[in-house]
C-alpha cells in the first residue's frame, strides 16, 4: 500500500512538474511574440519618423530656399532701396537662421547619426558657424587629446 501511495504522489509530482513546464513554455511564447510585435511597430513608426524628415526637409527647405534666392535678388537689385535692402537683409538673416534650425532637427531624427562621433561632428560644424560670425576661432578638444579646428 506504500509503495501505491509514494507511486500517486510521484504521479501527481511529476504531471505537475509537466504542467508548470508547459505553461512556462506559453508564457514563454507569449512574451517572445509580444516582443517581436513591438519590434516590428517601433520599426514601422521610426521608417515613418524618417519618411516625414525626409518629406519636411525637401518641402520647407526648398521654400526657404527659394525666399533666400529672392531677398539676394533683392539685396543685388540696384534699384530697390535702401529701406528695402534692409528689410531684405533680415529675411535672408532669418531664412538662414530657420534653415540651420531645420537641418539641426533632421539631423536629430536621423537615427543613423546616433553616435558620439557624428555628435562631436555636429557640435563642431555649429561652434564653427556660429562663431565665425563674431571672427572667433573655435576649437573641440577630442577624448583623444586632438584639437580639432
Known sequence: MLQVEELQKQRKFTILQLIA????????SLVIVIIRRKNKI???LLHQKNEISKDLHDD????????LIHADLLLKN????????????????TGKEISQRLNAFIWSLNTEQNTLQHFSEYVKMYGATLLK???LNFYLVHPSKRVIQ
Not at 60 to 67: A, N, R, V, Y
Open 60 to 67: 520647407i527647405g526648398s521654400g526657404l530656399s527659394g525666399i
Open 78 to 93: 540696384e534699384e530697390t532701396s535702401e529701406k528695402n535692402k534692409v528689410l531684405a537683409s533680415k529675411i535672408n538673416l
Open 133 to 135: 560670425k563674431h571672427q
Open 21 to 28: 513546464a508547459l505553461l512556462s513554455v506559453i508564457i514563454l
Open 42 to 44: 517601433q520599426k514601422t
